[in-house]
């Protein structure tokens, strides 16, 4: 009897799907695999020739927005008149061609200002034609070999005629900003320059200016040296 029992027990649990143990579930998120055959260029797309130009210039602009380029200030378009001097690049001169009716000729008047500098200091020239010359609040007289080295300076520049861009941006502390004006006859003329902008030529006529005044300032035994841009 306990035998049949033991049996019937067997019976029930087969019928009840146990199954077999060693069947394997199949997973049906798995996608099938496709069949490619031999020889078959996997990934590749055929373009048409009426296509290819608009797909290049994707291609093109998208190189470009994943490497942009450095930003370079726009060039200030300059329009010449028939004959005028090409516009010559910040910090140098051009002479103009023109020869100065007056060349030769004493100066009537200059006037020149240097301030800025580590000091922040300020100083005023003034030097006639006549010789009269002063630095600041001091007066002297200067030669007359002193006045015909600024002449011939002035014409070796051609003041009334040069032309260039002498200043930039704000300057630095420890850095000068000029002023030169000159009258001769008819003519006259102001130039403002800022150290670092400064071409050699024009440099040393400032210098000559400020040096001719000072040397003939009473109390003073010696005239500053001549003048540098500042480092």
């Known amino acids: 009897m306990r035998y049949l029992l033991i049996g019937l027990i067997i019976i029930l649990l087969a019928g009840c799907g146990g199954g077999d143990p060693t069947e394997v579930v199949q997973n ?13 260029q996997v990934g590749i797309v055929e373009i048409s020739s009426e296509n290819a130009p608009a797909i290049e210039t994707l291609i093109a602009e998208e190189i470009a927005a994943q490497n942009p380029q450095s930003f370079i200030p726009p060039t200030l378009a300059v329009t010449l008149e028939e004959g005028a001097l090409p516009a010559p690049l910040v910090g140098t001169l051009v002479a103009s061609v023109t020869e100065d009716p007056q060349a030769g000729q004493t100066f009537d008047y200059i006037y020149m200002t240097q301030t800025g500098g580590s000091e922040n200091t300020s100083i005023v020239v003034e030097i006639y034609g006549d010789g ?8 002297g007289r200067i030669s007359q070999d002193a006045i015909n080295q600024i002449v011939a ?15 930039g941006p704000a300057p630095r502390p420890n850095e000068y900003t000029y002023q030169l004006y000159i009258q001769r006859g008819g003519m006259d003329r102001l130039i403002n320059a800022q150290d670092g902008y400064i071409p050699v030529e024009f440099m040393g006529l ?26």
């Open 28 to 40: 049906t998120d798995v996608p099938p695999t496709v069949f490619v055959p031999e020889g078959t």
């Open 132 to 139: 009269r010359a002063k630095f600041n609040d001091q007066e």
């Open 206 to 231: 400032l210098s000559l200016v400020r040096n001719s005044a000072e040397s003939v300032v009473i109390g003073m035994t010696e005239a500053t040296p001549e003048l540098t841009p500042a480092s």
């Open 153 to 167: 300076r002035m014409d070796e520049l051609n003041y009334f005629g040069l032309v260039g861009t002498f200043i």
